[in-house]
């Protein structure tokens, strides 16, 4: 478990996916509103059956659940380090009802905080990819800090989502 801000007791935990509440959460999330990718289906894609990501001392490779207080209200997986540039994409997904309080930007802003300060891992960049019609999650990309590629328009229409790039030596500590 990660505390995002103690003030308001938003914090995010690991989803087990033997957990019948986890996956009841995770289908009513994907209910809300069609995301790039089915969050349920990520999770039986294979890396999670066998349930190791549960017992990893790290952020990476792992879905977890936004919670406020007792109360999930979202989603949000930091995917495995790649690349050559040490490169992690982020994931994030909230219920309508806690849309607009501003937990996205906080959400998304702690966790690439922990994801930079990783001195073990020293993962340099983090990624986003936005649907390209959701304009509401590329300002909050905006106000965390991330900025867009330099695509065109119609190379955007091509892949149907506006990737948002933020760097570790861009990142005030």
Do not use: W
Not at 21 to 34: G, M, T, Y
Not at 97 to 123: N, P
Not at 138 to 150: H, L, N, R, T
């Amino acid at each position: 478990m990660y505390i995002i801000d103690s003030s308001v007791n938003l914090y995010i935990k690991k989803i087990d996916i033997m957990d019948e509440k986890d996956i009841q959460f995770i289908k009513e999330l994907d209910q809300v509103k069609k995301y790039l990718y089915s969050i349920e289906s990520n999770l039986y894609n294979g890396n999670y059956l066998d349930r190791k990501y549960l017992y990893t001392g790290n952020i990476y490779g792992a879905p977890y659940s936004i919670y406020l207080g007792q109360t999930p209200i979202g989603y949000v997986h930091v995917s495995k380090i790649f690349g050559e540039i040490k490169t992690v994409v982020i994931e994030l997904a909230l219920l309508k009802s806690a849309r607009g309080y501003g937990y996205a930007s906080l959400v998304l802003s702690e966790v690439t905080k922990i994801v930079f300060s990783d001195v073990v891992y020293d993962v340099e960049k983090v990624v986003l990819a936005i649907d390209l019609n959701n304009q509401k999650s590329q300002f909050v990309a905006e106000m965390a800090g991330f900025i867009s590629d330099e695509l065109s328009h119609l190379q955007h229409e091509e892949n149907g989502f506006i990737q948002y790039t933020k760097m570790k030596k861009c990142y005030d500590r």
